[in-house]
């Protein structure tokens, strides 16, 4: 099973910025989407944001304009630049890597151990 090692969260304050990166431990076939998830304390798990092989991206109402992902697939690799935080962005995040192109259901592919990201106002 591939192993997804995500890095790059931590403790800033609103306005700020982190970027989350996320490698797969070796290349594994079919993966056509890669993504973030977070789970705030209380909440589901949910879609922040996933890439398609395809070159196409989809992000939450909630992270657009202030979030980007991109992937890197010769390092099979995929970041996120998260700019603007505010508290409301504070929750564990979870690098996913799937074979299809949906981004549910949300239980599928390969996950990481998860990042913490805390924004305090």
């Known amino acids: 099973q591939v192993q997804l090692v995500e890095s790059g969260g931590g403790s800033v304050q609103a306005g700020g910025s982190l970027r989350l990166s996320c490698v797969a431990s070796?290349?594994?076939?079919?993966?056509?989407?890669m993504g973030w998830y977070r789970e705030a304390p209380g909440k589901p798990r949910d879609v922040v944001a996933t890439?398609?092989?395809?070159?196409?991206?989809y992000y939450d109402d909630s992270v657009k304009g202030r979030f980007t992902i991109s992937r890197d697939d010769a390092k099979n690799a995929v970041y996120l630049q998260m700019n603007s935080l505010t508290p409301e962005d504070t929750a564990m995040y979870y690098c996913?890597?799937?074979?299809?192109?949906?981004?549910?259901?949300?239980?599928?592919?390969?996950w990481g151990q998860g990042t913490q990201v805390t924004v305090s106002s």
């Open positions: 996913n890597m799937r074979s299809g192109y949906s981004s549910y259901p949300i239980d599928i592919g390969d």
């Open positions: 890439a398609t092989s395809g070159g196409l991206s």
């Open positions: 070796q290349t594994k076939r079919g993966i056509n989407t």
